[in-house]
C-alpha cells in the first residue's frame, strides 16, 4: 500500500468531517460509532464533488491510500483508499472501529474468525460480502478480521473512517493473519 496525504481537500468533505466529529464527539460505545458514522458517510458516496482528482488516483503495484482528514486530537482519520482491478489486502483486523463505504466500483471482502486448533490457531472463512457502489459496511474490534479485494474490471474507490489517527499510523491495520484458512 502507498500512502499519499493530499494538501486539499472538497467542500463537501469538509462537511463529511464536521458530521463525523459531531458523532465522534458524543463518546459512545465503538460499535454504536461506527453505525452512527456509516449514516453520515452513506449520503456523500458516489457525489462527484467528494474526492478531488489527485485523491482517485490509484498505483499500478499496491492499492493506494490517501488521508484526507486526521483529526487533531486522534480520534478519527478518513482516507480514500483508491483500487486498481485486482488489489487487495493481506488478511488484516484494526487498530479501531472502521466504517467503509464504496465511492465507486465495487469490492469484495471475505470475513474471518480465529479459530483456536489443538496444535494451532486456524482462520475459518465466515462470509464473502460484495459492496457496491454507495454501500457502508462498520464493525469495531475484535472479531474484525478481513481480505478486501477489487474484482471488478475497473478502479475502486473506497472512503473508510478509523476511530484512529491513521497519519500517525501510517496504516489502520494492527496485525496481519499468515495462519493457515480453512
Known sequence: MTTTTPARTTMRMAALVSEIRRV?????????????????????LGAPDLLTPAQ?????????????????????????????PGQETCIH???????????????NERRYRLSPGPDAARLVATEEVVNGQGEVCGFAPPGD?????NSCPTKAISVHVYGADVARLGTSIRRVYTLPVD
Do not use: M, N
Request: charged share 25%.
Open 24 to 44: 465522534v464527539d458524543r463518546g459512545l460505545a465503538p460499535d454504536l460509532t461506527a453505525y452512527l458514522v456509516g449514516e453520515r458517510l452513506a449520503p456523500h
Open 145 to 149: 478480521i478481513h481480505k478486501v479485494r
Open 93 to 107: 483486523d484494526h487498530v479501531a472501529w472502521c466504517v467503509a463505504g464504496v465511492h465507486q466500483g465495487q469490492e
Open 56 to 84: 482517485q488516483e490509484g498505483d499500478p503495484e499496491r492499492y493506494r491510500q490517501h488521508v484526507l482528514h486526521a483529526e487533531s486530537d486522534g480520534s478519527f482519520s478518513v482516507v480514500a483508499l483508491v483500487w486498481l
